[in-house]
DNA sequence: TATGAATGAGGGTTCATTCAT
DNA sequence: TATGAATGAACCCTCATTCAT
């Protein structure tokens, strides 16, 4: 359907833009202008500017929970599961600018819109808990808290969008592996038994 | 000098609410009203409301600066300095929303302060580059891109404003123990030659 | 069309506001006010106060500039040129405050307008300063600096929007000819020796 | 006393400011700078920002009257107070700019002093007009309105400020002889039929 | 379906002036 | 006599949104 084509391409505008300037800083006008229409047309397909910036963050969000649930629920093996879901998740972080969206837009939502999408997302973390729980259940876990243990994981990864350039040296490829091994082996060659007398060392600071 | 406290003061209802409602949600005669003074005499403290923000900022990443340097080069063991390094920067994400304002609101600096604040974070992250240089260079760590390293560590501890509540059953203490386990050696009780293969796996996909 | 005549409109608006008031004290609600609009609506039709302002005397200098000009490069003879100019200059100096606007109100154009059009009313006394040039080729004059002698006319007759009333007693007219009279006669009878000598004197004050 | 001689300081660093940039671009804390005191101070000197002005603008008026009464009520010829009354006026034209300040600066008066100044200009018009009287009941003028006249007289020296630069090659003492022997026998060599005519002419246009 | 025109509600900033000391 | 601090009142301009066509 042609409408929802012309959605779709001012919804796209739209993302760019805020990406790059934050939906404060980005007038109905320019985004008008970037999809090629008149600034009052807009007004025809989107009741106002909040709803735009929802429909992006909704598809934004509805796609990686669709992704990461599919992983969740698929019969693969518990480590190839965490690889994967790691895997989708820094392409997402990296992919378009979605994850800067993600982080520094929400706030700008309406209360029920952003109550809304913040449960999705926990729904999203939710998924690999879950993963983890199963790990923990083969007894294969240190002791840690599973949910920061999975905020920690979505952390790391999440923060790319901040200063990884996939036009460096370090390929995508390269960059998930990084993580993942990571997080699931440390960086140490060997489990040291001097990082464990640190963390005691810690409890005097 | 009493100026000079009320300017501290009207900062940090400024942090406040910049923090609360965003830089660009946050109105001059807000911080104003916060503060318990006329909008008019926030122009007697402060030139304009972007130095508000810059001084705020400024603040948060020298002290961050000062504490990460004091501690690369003291003479404490490595693990030391590697737990300690996460510790301050925990705490530091974690309190007073300073970490929110460091990831959302840098953006509404004028040109010249974001650059200045962007090198004086990347000094801050090549402390720990220089912590890990170490580190490989004593034979103990994993063969990974160190500056990958560094951000997955401060990204996964970054991330905690984004969900962590102090006032939770996890406390600070040993939310920090858990993100430097991780980070050293894993989540897994022991090696396990199935991650390896996980990541082999991984680039199929 | 319609937006070009709303827009004369509103600069009408504009130019007799700014005349009676000063552009400083004119506020944009009072344009809008007195154009019958929105004070917002201003900002469709002008990009900012100053831009009205260069409109309305870039309309009165460049008219006044084509005049002039049309005049200096005809074939009348010379003393009717230099009539001509005079008269048309002295209507441009009482009609609509025309003159006022551009005594009192250039400092307010910004650097850039403003030397555009001072560079443009240099130009409009160069075409009389050209007649002049010709009456002293033709050995007419007086040897007197021509430049002196053209802003002394200018002067003269500029200076009229300060006092001259036309519902007074004197005709627009009749002014133009005294204008002229003195310009090019003198105000005495005959040509005075005393008049000569009273220069001589002054040189000891 | 000290209290007057800093009001005098005080008056001549507005001057200054207002003729550099007109009397609604200074603050007073431009003045207060320039005159070496705290802001709050200016209060203690004078009311308020416009009898700042006033005293200015009144000082220069009284000083130009007084000099010109001097002149016209002197027992010295006609032709020398003519010549006397140009010349001051040349000078006080060209002195310190404080003929932009009266032309540019009346409208910023209080309407009370801004009339009280007015008449007494009318006044400073008079003298000329009644020396210009005198001519004429001597029979040596041309048969025009004096106070066309006057005025024409005036506008040619007072706009001197507009133009004139005394490090030019023109010099004061040249200009004001120029503008004598304009005012007095006109541009042309001898009086010329042709001018004459030209004026006719004009009554077509 | 689309647009030119219009607007109400601010938002940051400035400034003459006042006041307590 | 002087000052640091404070303020009310504007001012220019912007913007999301609406409306008539």
Same mark, same amino acid.
């Not at 985004?31 to 910036?53: C, P, S, T």
């Not at 934004?60 to 019969?75: D, H, N, P, W, Y």
């Not at 190839?80 to 972080?93: M, P």
């Not at 973390?125 to 840690?144: P, T, Y």
């Given at each position: 359907?042609?409408?929802?084509?012309?959605?779709?391409?001012?919804? +796209? #505008?739209? #993302?760019? &833009?805020?990406? +790059?300037?934050?939906?404060?800083?980005?007038?109905? @006008? /320019?985004?008008?202008?970037?999809?090629?229409i008149n600034n009052a047309a807009l007004?025809?397909?989107? /009741?106002?500017?909040?709803?735009?910036?929802?429909?992006?963050?909704?598809?934004?969000?509805?796609?990686?929970?669709?992704?990461?649930? +599919?992983?969740?629920?698929?019969? @693969?093996?518990?480590?190839?599961?965490l690889a994967l879901i790691l895997r989708?998740?820094?392409?997402?972080?990296? /992919?378009?600018?979605?994850?800067?969206?993600?982080?520094?837009?929400?706030?700008?939502?309406?209360?029920?819109?952003?109550?809304?999408?913040? +449960?999705?997302?926990?729904?999203?973390?939710?998924?690999?808990?879950?993963? &983890?729980?199963?790990?923990?259940?083969?007894?294969?876990?240190?002791?840690? /808290?599973?949910?920061?243990?999975?905020?920690?994981?979505?952390?790391?990864?999440?923060?790319?969008?901040?200063?990884?350039?996939?036009?460096?040296?370090?390929?995508?490829?390269?960059?998930?592996?990084?993580?993942?091994?990571?997080?699931?082996?440390?960086?140490?060659?060997?489990?040291?038994?001097? #990082?464990?007398?640190?963390?005691?060392?810690?409890?005097?600071h």
């Amino acid at each position: 359907m042609l409408k929802e084509e012309k959605r779709k391409k001012i919804r +796209e #505008a739209a #993302a760019r &833009l805020f990406s +790059e300037k934050g939906f404060e800083n980005t007038t109905t @006008r /320019d985004i008008a202008g970037a999809a090629g229409i008149n600034n009052a047309a807009l007004y025809y397909y989107f /009741d106002n500017k909040e709803q735009l910036l929802y429909q992006i963050l909704e598809e934004v969000i509805r796609t990686g929970l669709e992704k990461i649930t +599919e992983i969740e629920q698929s019969s @693969r093996p518990l480590e190839e599961k965490l690889a994967l879901i790691l895997r989708i998740h820094t392409r997402g972080a990296v /992919d378009f600018n979605k994850m800067k969206l993600l982080v520094h837009e929400q706030r700008s939502l309406s209360p029920g819109h952003r109550e809304e999408l913040k +449960e999705r997302q926990r729904l999203y973390v939710n998924r690999l808990i879950k993963v &983890l729980e199963q790990l923990r259940a083969r007894g294969e876990m240190l002791d840690l /808290d599973l949910t920061v243990c999975a905020y920690a994981f979505f952390g790391m990864v999440s923060w790319a969008y901040r200063w990884y350039r996939p036009e460096g040296k370090v390929k995508l490829e390269e960059l998930s592996e990084i993580f993942y091994t990571i997080f699931t082996q440390g960086i140490y060659r060997e489990q040291k038994p001097e #990082a464990k007398k640190a963390i005691k060392k810690l409890k005097k600071h």
